[in-house]
């Protein structure tokens, strides 16, 4: 049962446009998503996050959209640089679960020169 | 002030073996939580500790235990491993129920024939 999930596994993006990364949740009790990325060799590394009180976070060139309705949240990238090739994770926990979070599988970013 | 650091790197059990990894918390953090990640998928949350005691479990059977230390420093341990134990351990750790200031480290690849 995938609470969470990231539908795309992979996007190939050019340096200077946008990347958006997609994660769609079925449990309507979360009520905090946060975005991870992931280097090779490393652990996740935390990026943004969002509660479900607001719709919209930004934190320099990252901005993350919640749509709680269609239980969908994405993570915007602009502009991307070839340094954000990576594995990023989208995450949610809710309240009273300490911070245990549910992860989706991933989506790797590849920028392009 | 050092990060997270796990040991070992890399394991390699055969099947019906006992193994412990081992993680140790950034400093000042005294919550720990454990993470399965296999090939493919994100991570999935096994246990938090929280200044020595389990603090919640996700769906895991008993065979993967764990231990905090008065130094906050952790292990997990899995008995009888099975091959589908085959994964990547990431511990990541916190002050209290921060979620979005859990520092994760490297991991354990941890390999089952």
């Known amino acids: 049962d995938q609470q969470v999930k990231q539908n795309s596994p992979s996007l190939s993006v050019q340096e200077g446009r946008i990347s958006i990364l997609n994660c769609d949740y079925t449990?309507?009790?979360?009520?905090?998503f946060l975005w991870y990325k992931k280097y090779p060799a490393e652990g996740p590394t935390f990026l943004i996050s969002?509660?479900?009180?607001?719709d919209k976070n930004e934190d320099g060139r990252f901005t993350v959209f919640l749509n709680k309705s269609a239980k969908h949240l994405s993570l915007h990238i602009v502009p991307s640089q070839p340094g954000d090739s990576a594995v990023y994770f989208c995450?949610?926990?809710?309240?009273?679960?300490?911070?245990?979070?549910?992860f989706g599988t991933g989506t790797r970013l590849q920028v392009t020169l | 002030e050092t990060g997270v650091t796990q040991s070992p790197t890399h394991l390699i059990k055969t099947r019906g073996q006992q193994v412990t990894l081992r993680c140790s918390s950034q400093?000042?953090?005294?919550?720990v939580s454990w993470y399965q990640q296999a090939l493919g998928q994100g991570p999935q949350f096994i246990f938090q500790?929280?200044?020595?005691?389990?603090?919640g479990r996700g769906n895991f059977p008993p065979r993967f235990s764990g231990l905090q230390f008065p130094n906050y420093s952790s292990e997990l341990n899995v008995n009888a491993l099975e091959l589908d134990d085959s994964a990547l351990y990431l511990c990541?750790?916190?002050?209290?129920?921060?979620?979005?200031?859990?520092?994760f480290g490297p991991g354990t690849r941890l390999t089952v024939l």
């Open positions: 500790y929280y200044r020595e005691e389990e603090n």
């Open positions: 400093s000042g953090h005294n919550t």
């Open positions: 449990n309507s009790m979360f009520d905090y």
């Open positions: 969002i509660s479900s009180i607001k």
């Open positions: 990541a750790s916190s002050w209290g129920d921060r979620r979005d200031e859990q520092f």
């Open positions: 995450a949610a926990a809710y309240t009273g679960t300490a911070s245990k979070l549910t």
